[in-house]
């Protein structure tokens, strides 16, 4: 069965991105090593599942750009939760109609590689919250945000699978419900 992997950046006191949703911070981190990991993770992910949030500003970068990660990311099979949006147009793409929990366990049981939750932070903790997310690989980064939009609200006890650390200080690390 697949499995739900959600991939997010964090500042080292938990943040995914700064308050006003600001993610630069994570940049500097990114260097040939650290896309060479994501690149890596990202090859064995064939589906994303993303909030309105997170499709909308992917969804006016991702088609135009000319990133390394762009065609893992243009090509994937994308699911998008949303109450409010109506229809979605970016390539591989469909609007979610069921509960998320229903149309998750309906992915898992699809033939294909594991799922990826790319976030936003609200999708991201609805998702952990319901207790859908398998693993949880977390590029942490060197930094203390101080303030900003959290990745968890929820206590969860995990299990460290393992850990890479980078030249520029940031940490992939890979954790499974306890």
Do not use: C
């Amino acid at each position: 069965m697949r499995k739900v992997v959600l991939l997010m950046h964090v500042s080292l006191d938990g943040f995914v991105g700064r308050s006003d949703g600001d993610l630069q911070w994570i940049f500097p981190d990114m260097d040939d090593d650290l896309t060479e990991w994501t690149i890596d993770s990202l090859s064995r992910m064939d589906t994303h599942v993303l909030g309105r949030v997170n499709y909308e500003e992917q969804s006016g970068h991702w088609p135009y750009s000319t990133d390394r990660l762009a065609p893992l990311i243009n090509n994937a099979t994308k699911i998008v939760f949303s109450g409010t949006l109506e229809k979605v147009e970016w390539n591989n793409s469909r609007l979610a109609t069921g509960d998320v929990t229903e149309e998750i366990a309906q992915l898992k049981r699809r033939p294909g590689t594991d799922i990826f939750v790319p976030g936003g932070a609200r999708f991201a903790q609805s998702v952990s919250r319901l207790g859908l997310v398998d693993e949880y690989r977390l590029i942490v980064h060197p930094i203390v945000l101080g303030s900003g939009l959290p990745l968890f609200t929820d206590p969860i006890d995990l299990k460290l699978l393992s850990s890479r650390e980078f030249s520029t200080g940031a940490v992939a690390l890979t954790y499974r419900r306890a």
